[in-house]
Structure formats: C-alpha cells, structure tokens
C-alpha cells in the first residue's frame, strides 16, 4: 500500500517544536515533502534532525521567518514553491500564549505581539497560500485555533481573542473557497503536553508547575493531558481526501473538557 500523502507538499509554520514539528513528522513518515517554518535556525536544524531520524528519506526544508511579518511570509511562501513546485498542504500554526494577566494590567504592547501573530500572521498565510491553491485549483489548509477559539480562559484576553479569530477566518475561508477545490478547517487543541503549555504551567504556579499540570489533568474527562502526535493524527487527517468532505469546521481535541460546565 502506497503512503497516505505519498508526494505532497506541506508547508508548517511552528514547524521546529510542538504541534508542528509533530505533524512535520507524521507528513514526511507519510510521503510527503516538508517545509518548516521557525523563527531560529538552531531549532530548525534540530527539528530537521527529529524529522529525518523518523523518515531518513524525507525532504525537508527549513526557513527562517517571523510570520507577523507580510513579507516574511511571503517570502517562505515563495521559496516553498521554488522548491517543490507546489503547496498541497498548509499547516497555519504559529502562535504564541502571551503573558497570564487581567485586562487591566496587560500591557498593550504584549496584546498587540500575540495578535499580530497569532491573527495577522495567520492572515497573511493564508493570504499568501491561497494565491498559490487557487492557481492550483486544489489545497487543504489547517488553521491552529485552540480551545480558547471556543471558550474563555482566565487572564488570557488577546489568546483568546485572537484564536476565536481564528476560528471565524476558517469558516469565512472555507465559504469563500471551498468551490476553488481548497478545504480550509481548524483545530482546536487542549492542554497538549508541549513547550508552550509547559511554559503556562510555570505561569500558573511559578512554585509548583507540575502540581498545577496534575490539577488540569484530573478535571480532563480522560484525567490526562494531550500528546503532539495525537494532535499530529487529526492534522494528517484533515489534510487527506478521506477528510474531503470536511470543510470549515473547528476540531477540538482536548479529551472533551470544552463540553464542560
């Protein structure tokens, strides 16, 4: 049997760590030829390395960039055509939590860094791969929303903010370009144990970051926080023709804790 994205292209912003180094993985594992996006070379090298650790005959290309810059955007959008021709598949999923702090103390220049790359910067992706799927006449785009695209979270206003945004983009787009072949969805993960939700434990309770993690998990229906690859599976999923129905909608997957009262 032949490999699920056997000769794709996916392009991965947030490609050197976390979800997207994660989903990096499972793609080229699957076939396909990978472009990681990541803001310093050092992590980029590393994740090139995890990369072809689990699939030594991966193609694999990493860029420099910082997406909330348009140019910069378009630039590793550019240099992902002139290197493989073709975007098959985009994975939208830089972002950054931002500092834990009530409205009234936030400082606007934190706000406006986490919209303008957890929102702009996946404006300008999308933008930007767009222009190239629709030339094609074919492409599948994922969004990284969050469950703070679907609810609140405490003393987290421009997060949350910026991933309900997110989230109201995805349905837009998918309205807009579902009838060019290009199917736009999202996801919206949990508490997946990467960098970044490590990172916010440590905010949560700077004394005992692990204690505050086993907090989170015993209120999870499943009593246990999210692993990257099973974020990675529903990406692979999303991207796939057996997801070619799918088209606008936001996934969550965080073990069912958004359904909760």
Not at 110 to 133: P, T
């Amino acid at each position: 049997m032949g490999k699920m994205h056997e000769g794709k292209v996916a392009l991965i912003t947030g490609g050197s760590s976390g979800l997207g180094l994660s989903t990096a993985i499972d793609l080229a594992m699957e076939g396909a030829k990978i472009a990681i996006v990541g803001r310093r070379t050092s992590a980029l090298d590393e994740a090139e390395k995890e990369i072809i650790a689990h699939a030594p005959d991966a193609e694999v290309l990493t860029i420099s960039a910082d997406v909330s810059s348009e140019e910069g955007v378009k630039k590793f959008v550019d240099e992902t055509v002139k290197e493989y021709g073709r975007i098959d598949y985009f994975f939208n999923n830089a972002g950054i939590e931002g500092t834990q702090k009530s409205l009234l103390d936030y400082d606007m220049d934190d706000f406006r860094e986490v919209i303008n790359i957890n929102l702009l910067g996946v404006a300008y992706g999308l933008k930007a791969v767009l222009e190239v799927m629709v030339k094609q006449g074919s492409g599948s785009i994922v969004n990284s929303s969050s469950v703070g695209g679907l609810r609140g979270v405490v003393n987290q206003s421009p997060y949350v903010a910026s991933k309900h945004a997110v989230a109201g983009m995805t349905k837009n787009m998918a309205a807009e370009y579902g009838k060019l072949g290009i199917r736009i969805n999202a996801i919206a993960p949990g508490a997946i144990k990467t960098p970044m939700v490590a990172e916010a434990f440590k905010k949560m309770n700077p004394a005992d970051p692990e204690g505050a993690e086993a907090a989170f998990a015993a209120n999870n229906p499943t009593g246990r926080l999210g692993l990257p690859f099973e974020v990675a599976y529903v990406v692979s999923f999303l991207f796939s023709d057996k997801a070619s129905y799918v088209n606008g909608q936001i996934i969550a997957i965080d073990g069912g804790q958004a359904n909760q009262y």
